[in-house]
């Protein structure tokens, strides 16, 4: 497994830099404490951390794995102790409400450490990453004694949270959800029905688990107008907020997988198991958004902690590794050969890795921070900030997910027949990042929001405004000097907008043909959305070198990094342009009869 070192320079460099986070901070009521030092001194302590503490138990745990027993699950020695570091060091709590128990800060450092805790250990983080979702979720929609009973416990780390949807018979189809809830003459609800793949699901490492649980009451109307939500302790909470008796939830068995086996992905059975209703009837789903835009913020981060990881690694091999000489003439004379990070091929893949992962970072830091004036903003910036998030966020967890995935995989390539050698550590990255695309919605599914319900649906209104953000930013910088940037850019925006308009009406014709072009509209989005903020790193690098200010080698790096993905990366889109366009004939036509073995 590569030694994690935490890229604290690129990451300090996007927070206040790029997206002069302490500017924004001093704007916005609540956050002002959120300074450039001090950001940059948990961004340190958060380093030193993952470093240590975390990163060490990755290999194990992948190793070791967890345990089922009937008496619970057992995870890998020293993942429990971690934790209890990690919440004695405040980290659950850091961009959680301060009246609540939180610090307050803005949940821009809560990505920020996600990342870095996630690239060190990504199996490790999903027992406290889950709790965030289950945060947002009952600080948004449950009431007072719902607050003070769970959402202390959640936000101090005592208590750990999952989020309870698929069952077997239903995955991102929810409206086919069977679980029931009957309601009590206390005025708690018996929760009936079995829930998988539910992540964190039972553990070791917290003495109470809280499950956010989607299910059906009696009255219910088919379908997803007829899904509530409700809370289901793991172990029932007194009045005075001591964990009680055992709930009437369990954990049947662990699901066997690919990967991040240090996690425990769970099959969960509620026999009548006691619980409480959060938000109003039936319309659960909507509350449940709450928690699953926060997931898949989250799982986007899974993609760019992957391709940091493995980037990381394929890079010190790729400057130890001897094997050929060069092509224009030996750079290694001393030696048998020379070191492979000369090949061009291999420079293509470490530079795919190192663009994908730094424009990542920059993308998902400013989502966060667009979350943080949604909750903190007057009315005109919140909804701006949500129009955006709306938008980007389908487009954030598919194209960084199947990115990550595509750097993972080069991080393994870079390593040749050794990269598939379990002791190199390279493989599991490949394990472990293959899952992200997965859950919280899989590329298809992300595709087909971002196509039907926010670009189409919202009569390209949501495009729109972030369309405007990018011909403001040309618009701004538009000098001669930029013009390697910011003419592309212009191109691509426009194109985007042009592009939307002719599959809408490709999809009035045969609403199939949306389905058909969806994915490859996704990818195109996404490539589009990077090179926004990789105009934006290059041209604040180019500054940056003409002023002398700071370290220039570094800001050498970023342009160069920026021109790469300009030239080798953003013209992938040629390809999607003519794919999302070709329309569903080719793909519908053929009868279901003629697909046989």
């Not at 800060?105 to 870095?116: A, Q, R, T, W, Y």
């Not at 509530?228 to 066997?256: M, Q, W, Y």
């Not at 319309?283 to 898949?296: S, Y």
């Not at 954030?396 to 390539?413: D, H, I, R």
Request: aromatic residues 8%.
């Amino acid at each position: 497994m590569p030694d994690y070192k935490a890229p604290v320079r690129d990451i300090q460099f996007v927070i206040n830099e790029v997206l002069e986070s302490e500017k924004l901070y001093q704007t916005l009521p609540g956050l002002e404490e959120a300074t450039e030092d001090l950001m940059s001194a948990i961004v340190e302590e958060g380093a030193r951390f993952a470093e240590s503490v975390i990163a060490p138990l990755n290999r194990s745990g992948d190793e070791e794995g967890c345990t089922w027993s009937e008496d619970g699950v057992a995870t890998p020695a020293g993942f429990k102790e971690a934790y209890r570091q990690y919440v004695d060091n405040g980290w659950p709590a850091l961009s959680a409400d301060s009246h609540y128990g939180g610090q307050g800060m803005p949940s821009l450092l809560g990505i920020v450490m996600n990342e870095i805790a996630g690239t060190a250990n990504w199996s490790w983080v999903m027992y406290p990453g889950l709790s965030h979702g289950a945060v947002n979720t009952v600080e948004a929609h449950g009431d007072e004694d719902q607050k003070q009973k769970y959402l202390t416990k959640l936000i101090s780390g005592e208590w750990t949270g999952t989020m309870c949807l698929t069952e077997s018979q239903c995955g991102s189809d929810l409206g086919l959800l069977r679980t029931k809830a009957e309601p009590q003459a206390d005025g708690s609800y018996a929760i009936t029905g079995t829930k998988i793949f539910i992540s964190a699901g039972e553990h070791d490492m917290t003495e109470n688990i809280v499950h956010i649980v989607l299910a059906r009451l009696p009255d219910a109307p088919e379908g997803t107008k007829g899904i509530s939500l409700f809370i289901v302790p793991k172990f029932n909470v007194n009045e005075d907020g001591t964990v009680g008796e055992r709930n009437a939830v369990h954990c049947a068995s662990i699901e066997e997988k690919m990967g991040i086996h240090g996690n425990a992905t769970c099959v969960l059975n509620f026999d009548g198991a006691r619980g409480f209703l959060i938000g109003p009837p039936n319309r659960g789903l909507n509350a449940m958004f709450t928690f699953m835009n926060t997931a898949r913020i989250g799982t986007a981060t899974q993609g760019l902690a992957h391709a940091e990881l493995s980037f990381q690694g394929a890079l010190a091999y790729a400057k130890e590794r001897l094997a050929m000489r060069s092509l224009t003439g030996p750079k290694n004379p001393d030696g048998p050969a020379d070191p492979i990070i000369v090949h061009p091929d291999v420079r293509r893949m470490l530079l795919t890795q190192k663009a994908f992962a730094e424009g990542s970072r920059a993308f998902l830091y400013y989502l966060a921070q667009q979350g943080d004036i949604v909750a903190n903003g007057n009315e005109e910036q919140a909804k701006a900030a949500d129009d955006l998030m709306a938008l980007l966020t389908p487009i954030g967890k598919a194209f960084v997910t199947e990115v990550g995935f595509e750097s993972a995989n080069l991080g393994l390539q870079v390593f040749g027949g050794h990269g598939f050698i379990r002791e190199w550590g390279m493989e599991q990255i490949v394990r472990d990042a293959r899952i992200a695309m997965l859950y919280e919605g899989t590329t298809g599914i992300q595709a087909l929001d971002l196509v039907g319900r926010k670009v189409l649906g919202s009569g390209g209104k949501l495009l729109l405004g972030f369309t405007s953000v990018v011909d403001e930013f040309c618009a701004a910088n538009s000098g001669a000097e930029y013009e390697e940037f910011i003419k592309p850019l212009q191109a691509y925006s426009k194109e985007w907008l042009d592009l939307s308009m002719k599959l809408g009406e490709a999809a009035m014709e045969n609403p199939d043909n949306a389905g058909a072009g969806a994915v490859d509209y996704l990818m195109y989005s996404g490539y589009v959305t990077l090179a926004y903020f990789w105009a934006r790193m290059a041209i604040l690098a180019q500054q940056k070198i003409a002023a002398a200010d700071g370290d220039v080698s570094f800001y050498e790096a970023k342009l160069m990094t920026a021109r790469f993905y300009f030239d080798r990366l953003l013209p992938r889109t040629e390809s999607l342009k003519t794919t999302m366009l070709a329309g569903a004939d080719s793909l519908m036509a053929m009868p279901e009869a003629l697909f046989q073995l």
